[in-house]
Nanobody, 116 residues
């Protein structure tokens, strides 16, 4: 079992920045992917960014150039630096951990609100 916990959400003005953090604990593999999806009310959950076990990073089209994902392997942690935030970035952000068995473990989510 793997336990995933996010933190760092909150209220920010348009154009502002915010950093989300996520840690995974439990049966952690040496090779894993961790990343972020988000879901706004009435919308499907969508990819934000993921740090792959290969060392590559993938981003959703709507956040490319504004968001940056990074990982801290020794702590089984992943971070999401969000810059130039827009009202449409408002959503619940979910962190996930996926090990070699490709089974994703999700956190409970952290709310990000972008509003003036």
């Amino acid at each position: 079992q793997v336990h995933v916990v996010e933190s760092g959400g909150g209220l920010v003005q348009p154009g502002g920045s915010l950093t989300l953090s996520c840690t995974a604990s439990g049966s952690i593999s040496s090779r894993y992917s961790m990343g972020w999806h988000r879901q706004a009310p009435g919308k499907y959950r969508e990819l934000v960014a993921v740090s792959l076990s290969t060392g590559d990073d993938n981003y959703g089209d709507s956040v490319k150039g504004r968001f940056t994902v990074s990982r801290e392997q020794s702590r089984s942690a992943v971070y999401l630096q969000m810059n130039s935030l827009r009202p449409e970035d408002t959503a619940t952000y979910y962190c996930h951990y996926t090990g070699p068995d490709d089974w994703p473990y999700w956190g409970q989510g952290t709310q990000v609100n972008v509003s003036s």
